[in-house]
């Protein structure tokens, strides 16, 4: 509906484009605020009302302007009515409002059923999934396909699993002396053990989780904990100060190009509470570091636990959390769970995500 470059189904759709760009496909691209470049054509769409109402009222719109179009094949990364295939890229949001319910007060999930947002979603949701226009849905894992054939009965079949693909050339294990020249920029000795963390939405990636892990990580050894991406900071903060590892957390904020940071690092650490497939996990693995998330990040689904990752079975017990990463106390035990973290990655290679994709394409055109 809405672009911005930290999004991760937009660097999903960006990386997709471009590789379909270059195999000579044409494309157009139906968003409120898509940049118009190169050979790709842009269709505004208007999202009016309040702003519990704009996905519906971009669904409708988006309906009306592709039928427009003339279009070969529909591909909805959004919630909408006029997709032949959707890409449930952001899971199913049913199960996630069961899963965050889980993890809060009960004043808090009484709220969470007031807000009229979830109401629309949620309509929006099970009109997709039994519109007889869709033919196909695209899981990014095998957690997001159960989820949708058990809240919705879609048969096994209309859903197949193709995990996201990164472009393997961004995102390497760095030199030496450029690792060191990135760590001191952030004031980070060479013995440290740089935690990364990279997600927006601190709440759901479980950045809370992270930071109570790191106060019992304190104990063990010389931690710090970098926060890369968009969220509200302040009750991190005040956690980690009452913690006492306001020091050793560092906010970032969003940023461009994450590359640096991932080399600068020793362990990636996201203890989700729900995540569809993490892109940033995939981004470490590629930067050959050892991942520590929770079993409910589909990108679980293409690690091994405690050979080049940590799986966590409970994100909210932050003790198994900090157990889960000192798997990767030892340095050398580290950097080869880092080597076959790289290894696992090499198997997505954008490129194959995109044939894959193609193929599915293909099939529904027959």
């Known amino acids: 509906m809405r672009y911005t470059p930290f999004g991760g189904a937009e660097v999903f759709l960006q990386r997709f484009m471009d590789e379909l760009l270059k195999r000579g496909h044409s494309l157009e691209v139906f968003s409120t605020n898509w940049e118009e470049k190169?050979?790709?054509?842009?269709?505004?769409?208007?999202?009016?009302?309040?702003?519990?109402l704009?996905?519906?009222?971009?669904?409708?719109?988006?309906?009306?302007?592709?039928?427009?179009?003339?279009?070969?094949?529909?591909?909805?990364l959004e919630r909408t009515f006029c997709q032949d295939i959707y890409r449930a890229g952001d899971g199913c949001h049913r199960e996630w409002l069961i899963r965050r319910g889980r993890s809060v007060s009960g004043l808090k999930r009484f709220l969470i059923r007031l807000n009229p947002l979830h109401s629309?979603?949620?309509?929006?949701?099970?009109?997709?999934?039994?519109?007889?226009?869709?033919?196909?849905v695209v899981a990014n894992s095998n957690q997001v396909k159960q989820d949708?054939?058990?809240?919705?009965?879609l048969p096994d079949e209309k859903i197949c699993v193709?995990?996201?693909?990164?472009?393997?050339?961004?995102?390497?294990?760095?030199?030496?002396?450029?690792?060191?020249?990135?760590?001191?920029?952030?004031?980070?000795?060479?013995?440290?053990?740089?935690?990364?963390f990279v997600g927006s939405g601190f709440e759901r990636k479980g950045l809370m989780y992270a930071i109570r892990a790191l106060g019992l990580l304190k104990?063990?050894?010389?931690?710090?904990?970098?926060?890369?991406?968009?969220?509200k900071a302040s009750k991190y903060i005040e956690e980690a100060k009452s913690l006492g590892v306001l020091d050793r957390v560092i906010f970032k904020g969003p940023v461009k190009g994450t590359a640096g940071y991932y080399g600068a690092a020793d362990i990636f650490i996201l203890p989700t509470i729900y995540e569809p497939f993490s892109n940033a996990c995939?981004?470490?693995?590629?930067?050959?570091?050892?991942?520590?998330?929770s079993r409910v990040n589909g990108a679980s689904e293409v690690l091994q636990n405690g050979v080049n990752a940590g799986i966590i079975e409970d994100p909210a017990d932050?003790?198994?959390?900090?157990?889960k990463t000192l798997l990767f106390l030892d340095k050398d035990k580290r950097l080869k769970a880092g080597r076959l973290s790289r290894q696992a990655a090499e198997k997505y290679p954008i490129e194959k995500n995109v044939s894959e994709f193609l193929k599915v394409v293909e099939a529904i055109r027959k």
């Not at 932050?318 to 157990?323: G, M």
Request: glycine share 10%.
């Open 162 to 196: 193709i995990y996201n693909g990164i472009d393997l050339s961004s995102f390497n294990a760095p030199a030496g002396d450029e690792r060191e020249r990135f760590r001191t920029g952030l004031g980070i000795n060479p013995d440290t053990i740089m935690l990364l």
């Open 282 to 293: 995939l981004e470490a693995m590629a930067s050959g570091l050892p991942v520590v998330t």
């Open 219 to 231: 104990e063990k050894g010389d931690f710090r904990l970098l926060v890369v991406g968009k969220g």
């Open 318 to 323: 932050h003790a198994e959390v900090a157990e």
């Open 120 to 136: 629309v979603l949620l309509h929006i949701e099970k009109r997709l999934f039994s519109s007889k226009r869709l033919k196909k």
């Open 54 to 76: 704009r996905p519906l009222t971009f669904a409708l719109n988006a309906e009306k302007e592709v039928d427009k179009s003339g279009l070969d094949c529909v591909i909805s």
């Open 148 to 153: 949708i054939i058990r809240h919705y009965g």
């Open 38 to 52: 190169g050979r790709l054509k842009v269709h505004k769409v208007k999202a009016a009302g309040p702003s519990f």
